[in-house]
């Protein structure tokens, strides 16, 4: 593995996501970020953030100077929405993990996967989000197929064209615009707007910007790009792949209906956080 980074830290790559499972299950994983750092890879960390209050401060607090960003599992504003497709008990594990990775961590973002026991009080999610001080919500729509058939209901899941046209509501609400960064409403907004929703890329909480593995010519891993968003389109290293899963009636919805000042704030927000 630090080979595999060191060889594309030699080629100019820039950007590595740890997940898993659990990432600080891994008995190695302070050396491997350590290496990852001294590199110069900026990093973002995927956890469910139960394990962080366990750890050694000594062992974290090398990241409080470092280009890391985290994304944490919480699917709820308490026990019951949070539980409900999750391990009884873990809603306070996770709570307490975040509190705890704000020492270390400047930027991070909630996960949240939405079914029908969150969807219809979202909005609450949004304001425990506020009052925790995080600086993003990512939401996923849980998917009925594979081992997933054997243990939900079909309709546990909520649609994608429901879920955005209520995230579209909630973010143009000026409370909780900021919190628009590392959700993918942004990217589906620029694909509407541009009319060209077969192109798939990232956009982080900060405004960088990752061309996703399925959609770059040649090789990605580790990229990033530095140019505007709406110029990644023009830059004829993109191909074509299918984003099935967004129904083009509802990439329209959202370039109509997303307040373009929502992103204006973000990014204004941003720069002051950065700032600090």
Same mark, same amino acid.
């Given at each position: 593995?630090?080979?595999?980074?060191?060889?594309?830290?030699?080629?100019?790559?820039?950007?590595?996501?740890?997940?898993?499972?659990?990432?600080?299950?891994?008995? /190695?994983?302070?050396?491997?970020?350590?290496?990852?750092?001294?590199?110069?890879?900026?990093?973002?960390?995927?956890?469910?953030?139960?394990?962080?209050?366990?750890?050694?401060?000594?062992?974290?607090?090398?990241?409080?100077?470092?280009?890391?960003?985290?994304?944490?599992?919480?699917?709820?504003?308490?026990?019951?929405?949070?539980?409900?497709?999750?391990?009884?008990?873990?809603?306070?594990?996770?709570?307490?993990?975040?509190?705890?990775?704000?020492?270390?961590?400047?930027?991070?973002?909630?996960?949240?996967?939405?079914?029908?026991?969150?969807?219809?009080?979202? /909005? *609450?999610?949004?304001?425990?989000?506020?009052?925790?001080?995080?600086?993003?919500?990512?939401?996923?729509?849980?998917?009925?197929?594979?081992?997933?058939?054997?243990?939900?209901?079909?309709?546990?899941?909520?649609?994608?064209?429901?879920?955005?046209?209520?995230?579209?509501?909630?973010?143009?609400?000026?409370?909780? !615009?900021?919190?628009?960064?590392?959700?993918?409403?942004?990217?589906?907004?620029?694909?509407?707007?541009?009319?060209?929703?077969?192109?798939?890329?990232?956009? /982080?909480?900060?405004?960088?910007?990752?061309? /996703?593995?399925?959609?770059?010519?040649?090789?990605?891993?580790?990229?990033?790009?530095?140019?505007?968003?709406?110029?990644?389109?023009?830059?004829?290293?993109? *191909?074509?792949?299918?984003?099935?899963?967004?129904?083009?009636?509802?990439?329209?919805?959202? !370039?109509?209906?997303?307040? *373009?000042?929502?992103?204006?704030?973000?990014?204004?927000?941003?720069?002051?956080?950065?700032?600090?």
């Amino acid at each position: 593995m630090l080979k595999f980074f060191d060889k594309r830290a030699s080629l100019g790559k820039k950007y590595v996501q740890y997940t898993g499972g659990e990432i600080f299950m891994h008995p /190695d994983i302070f050396e491997i970020l350590r290496f990852s750092i001294d590199l110069g890879w900026t990093l973002r960390l995927q956890t469910n953030a139960m394990m962080i209050p366990f750890i050694e401060e000594k062992k974290m607090s090398f990241l409080r100077k470092c280009d890391v960003s985290t994304r944490v599992s919480l699917d709820g504003w308490n026990p019951e929405t949070h539980e409900y497709f999750r391990e009884k008990g873990s809603f306070e594990k996770v709570v307490k993990g975040i509190k705890t990775l704000q020492k270390y961590i400047k930027y991070i973002v909630v996960k949240c996967v939405v079914h029908k026991k969150n969807f219809f009080n979202l /909005d *609450k999610l949004f304001d425990f989000c506020l009052n925790l001080g995080v600086q993003g919500i990512s939401t996923n729509v849980l998917r009925f197929e594979g081992y997933a058939r054997e243990y939900l209901n079909e309709d546990d899941v909520i649609s994608v064209d429901k879920l955005y046209k209520k995230l579209v509501i909630l973010f143009n609400k000026q409370e909780y !615009s900021h919190l628009i960064g590392g959700n993918d409403l942004v990217v589906h907004y620029i694909k509407g707007e541009l009319k060209l929703p077969k192109k798939v890329f990232y956009v /982080d909480y900060d405004g960088r910007v990752y061309p /996703d593995q399925k959609c770059l010519k040649g090789e990605l891993v580790g990229n990033l790009y530095d140019g505007k968003i709406e110029d990644i389109f023009n830059e004829g290293n993109l *191909k074509e792949t299918i984003m099935g899963e967004i129904p083009q009636k509802t990439l329209i919805y959202i !370039s109509k209906n997303l307040r *373009k000042e929502v992103l204006e704030r973000w990014k204004c927000w941003y720069m002051q956080e950065a700032t600090k």
